[in-house]
């Protein structure tokens, strides 16, 4: 079993940046590859960004652009997202998933854990 607690949404304006944390406990962090996806009301579950095991390789959604950047710190068992230029659009809960890479990073059927999810809420 592998608990996950987000930490870090709020309410940011147009523009401005937020920093999202994902903090696992349970069993070995380096063993699974890391996700966030997002869902805004009345809207499904998007694919925002993963990052693999040792944190080498990255994927994003395609409307991050260059936006946000994902990290993990495997010491500290904690993943983190950089969230930069946040627009309205963005308005989402956002959660964290943990999973062994059996199936594909960019769904949700590939992972194994969610955390509850943390409010991003951009204003215009």
């Known amino acids: 079993q592998v608990q996950l607690v987000e930490s870090g949404g709020g309410l940011v304006q147009a523009g401005g940046s937020l920093r999202l944390s994902c903090a696992a406990s349970g069993r070995t962090f380096s063993n699974y590859v890391l996700g966030w996806f997002r869902q805004a009301p009345g809207k499904e579950r998007e694919f925002v960004a993963a990052?693999?095991?040792?944190?080498?390789?990255?994927y994003y959604g395609e409307f991050v652009k260059g936006r946000f950047t994902i990290s993990r710190d495997n010491a500290k068992n904690t993943m983190y997202m950089q969230m930069n230029n946040l627009k309205p659009e963005d308005t989402a809960v956002y959660c964290c998933?943990?999973?062994?890479?059996?199936?594909?990073?960019?769904?949700?059927?590939?992972?194994?854990?969610w955390g509850q999810g943390t409010q991003v809420t951009v204003s215009s």
């Open positions: 998933a943990v999973g062994l890479g059996s199936g594909s990073a960019y769904y949700p059927s590939g992972y194994d854990y």
């Open positions: 990052i693999s095991r040792s944190g080498g390789t990255t």
